[in-house]
């Protein structure tokens, strides 16, 4: 389940709570098990982005050579950044997919928004 997915599930099961529904009704309304919803009951919200934050990712290892790439070339697309990681390391055990969400995640976190220079 991505990350979204479980607050916007936790977020769901927080207002039907208010609501006063009980285990079962949030359960068959969400479409999930009871046990999950107790789950999401006994989690507090920041534990929730702590989950979010300790996840590792693959390319963390690259991440200040593609922080310093993007600032430096804020025009550049994910697949130019994707050949550009072959061309600096080889063959790299990542999906194109994953080097455009890397690269989203990176542009939304540092605020480098993509600027696109007019060909003429």
């Known amino acids: 389940m991505t990350e979204s997915r479980k ?14 529904l009980n285990i079962s009704q949030m359960a068959r309304k969400l479409n999930v098990s009871r046990n999950t919803i107790y789950k999401y009951l006994n989690t507090l919200p920041d534990k929730l982005h702590a989950e979010k934050r300790k996840r ?10 593609i922080l310093n790439f993007l600032q430096n070339h804020s025009d550049i697309s994910s697949g130019q950044v994707f050949r550009w990681l072959q061309h600096q390391f ?26 696109n220079v007019c060909k003429e």
């Open 7 to 20: 607050e916007m599930l936790y977020e769901n099961i927080r207002q039907m709570q208010e609501l006063g």
């Open 56 to 65: 590792k990712r693959k390319l963390d290892r690259y991440h200040d050579e």
């Open 90 to 115: 080889g063959e790299i055990d990542v999906s194109f997919s994953t080097v455009a969400n890397y690269v989203r995640m990176l542009r939304e976190t540092y605020n480098i928004p993509k600027n």
